[in-house]
């Protein structure tokens, strides 16, 4: 190792040093919770441009949302500056999936279906399409199989639509292979996938989880562009590799070639995105994609974030449950480490286990807010902000039931994915407050006869109703004069 490799990745540790210089070849970086994962992939890629002399844009970096693509270009910017060293990072491929399948489609259109100001429809666009045109769709045999019979009106059959459309084209499903099927159905949906097809082809026009499916078409279709993308794109990264779907996989691979320098990222006891059609099998199989011992796989398992009492909590409940099915395992086998250096002298993990179940939510959330309270007046906890709640799903009634309880009681909860803020009375009077602003609100939301959505019931019922009920009451009387 040189002195200015030393100087690079000075603060790395052996197993990140390790990956950091693990440059060529399949590379499987199994990156533990606070582990430096991002630091890690920020020190790989500057060592490549630095020291191996990699061109910004020969490098593909994907990224699982647009902020993590944002804040990996200011921590690679950074540390280049801080290096002192130029280069200039827009050429490079960072982004999503979808953005940098996007990018290969824009530069290389004359080779896909798409012709010149092509429209990206969003998921809204894409049903207006189809409900446009879902007269086509009728025709088609067997087709109310897929889309449901008439009786439900176009709007509903266009739903449907969308949603099987959308599942062929995320799971990169040749249409030929379902008109095969013996099943009616499947043939019938891959009519209409044909159908939308040429429909797309003839307004010019692709959405969101076609961007994806056309990029592999473009790629497995066109030998040639396949060829210039692999001569120029040399080292490939993947970060969140556990949340990838099939069709990902199937894209990386075709850019990776023989070359193989395809590094990915990504912890198995993180997957969250399966409803999505990712699959941890793509992070568990990775290097059995390779000959026997091509692959490196690294560990990152010390992790820089949590005090030791959460990391020997999160390794007991891991040991604790049932990771194989007798024949596989669906977890790379993993004991994650506490930082070295001196952390506070306060319990941080409680276990608490109940099984008194009569008259259950009661008593859980009366001791749930007394444990509250308890910590509040021993001063531990000072601020609300300083608790947070894990549940598998915040949606779930026994979950939104407890949040009501501790708001009744004074403890304010900011819960945004449970659809809770619109249930606020201030959101829905405030809501309604517009639509009496602008009278002529459901008149412009219906763009067409007949059609109707499910939101609407709570906007007339639940905000614009409860406004003039509040409006009319004696003592707003004096805001209507
Ligand atoms: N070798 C190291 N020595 C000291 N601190 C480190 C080291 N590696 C990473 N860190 C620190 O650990 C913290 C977490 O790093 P980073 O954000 O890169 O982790 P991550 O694995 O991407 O996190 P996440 O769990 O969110 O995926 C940061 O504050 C980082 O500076």
Known sequence: ???????????????????????????????????????TLVERIVYLITHKGVAPESLLVVTFTDKAARELTTRISNRLAELGIQFNLNEMYLGTFHSICLRLLEDYREFTRLKRSFTLFDQFDQQYFLYQRIKDFRELPDAQLVIGGDQLGRWAQSENLLKWLNKVSEEAIDPATLAAAPEVEIRALAACFNKYQDLLHENNSLDFSGIQYEALRLLEMCPDVLAQLREKLTYLMV???????????????????????????????????RFRGATIRNILEFPA????????????????????????????????????????????????????????????????TATDNKDETTNWHAEVLAFLKVLNASGKLTDWNQVAFLFRSVKNEKVVKLARFLEAEGVPVFSPRSNMFFEREEIRLMIGALIFLFPQFPKVRAWAEGVTLPIWDYYDQQCFTAFTTELRKPENKPLLD
């Not at 002195?3 to 210089?21: D, F, G, W």
């Not at 779907?245 to 198995?268: F, H, M, S, Y």
């Open 239 to 273: 970060d969140e590799y556990q949340d990838t779907n099939t069709i990902q996989e199937r894209i990386l691979l075709l850019l990776a070639g023989d070359k193989r320098n395809l590094c990915v990222v990504g912890d198995d006891d993180q997957g969250l995105y």
């Open 289 to 352: 994609l390779f000959d026997e011992g091509q692959c490196k796989r690294v560990t990152l398992s010390v992790n820089y974030r949590s005090h030791p009492d959460i990391i020997r909590f999160y390794n007991e409940w891991m040991r604790e449950q049932t990771w194989d099915d007798g024949s596989r395992s669906f977890r790379f086998a993993k004991q994650i480490l506490p930082r070295e250096g001196d952390f506070p002298d306060m319990p941080t993990a409680l276990r608490l």
């Open 1 to 39: 190792m040189t002195a200015s490799t030393v100087t690079l990745q000075s603060k790395a540790n052996p197993q990140q040093l390790e990956a950091i210089l693990a440059t060529d070849g399949p590379v499987l970086i199994i990156a533990g919770p606070g582990s430096g994962k991002t630091f």
